[in-house]
């Protein structure tokens, strides 16, 4: 499967900004999708994941509250929309594939998932 992270750009703090990741190449139904991010100098972290029923979402700390995950299994796409940005929000995402099919959870270790898009930047000036 080939992953495509689109949707960034440059926002001011307080601005919304949806994020969208298509998949090719074979159907992501089955399959958790997830949001990760990495700043300059800083770790990859866990920004959301979906289950692929979308019965489970699981939200990073940061986001909590600001920040919605969705899928559309038809359009093969996983969405994530972003309220009230702040300049901390400012990195680079990715959105990424769990290696296992099925399993109706949404892990937060970037180890479990094996398909990655190539990114797409948000930049949040304050």
């Known amino acids: 499967v080939q992953l495509q992270a689109y949707g960034g750009g440059l926002v001011q703090a307080g601005d919304s900004l949806t994020l969208s990741c298509a998949a090719s190449?074979?159907?992501?139904?089955?399959?958790?999708l997830g949001w990760f991010r990495q700043a300059p100098g800083k770790e990859r972290e866990f920004v959301a994941g979906?289950?692929?029923?979308?019965?489970?979402?699981f939200y990073g700390d940061s986001v909590k509250g600001r920040f919605t995950i969705s899928r559309d299994n038809a359009k093969n796409t996983v969405f994530l929309q972003m309220n009230s940005l702040k300049p901390e929000d400012t990195a680079v995402y990715y959105c990424?594939?769990?290696?296992?099919?099925?399993?109706?959870?949404?892990?937060?270790?970037?180890?479990?998932?094996?398909?990655w898009g190539q990114g797409t930047q948000v930049t949040v000036s304050s």
């Open positions: 990424a594939e769990d290696r296992a099919r099925w399993r109706d959870v949404v892990l937060t270790d970037a180890k479990e998932y094996v398909y």
């Open positions: 979906i289950s692929w029923s979308g019965g489970r979402i």
């Open positions: 190449g074979r159907t992501i139904s089955g399959y958790t």
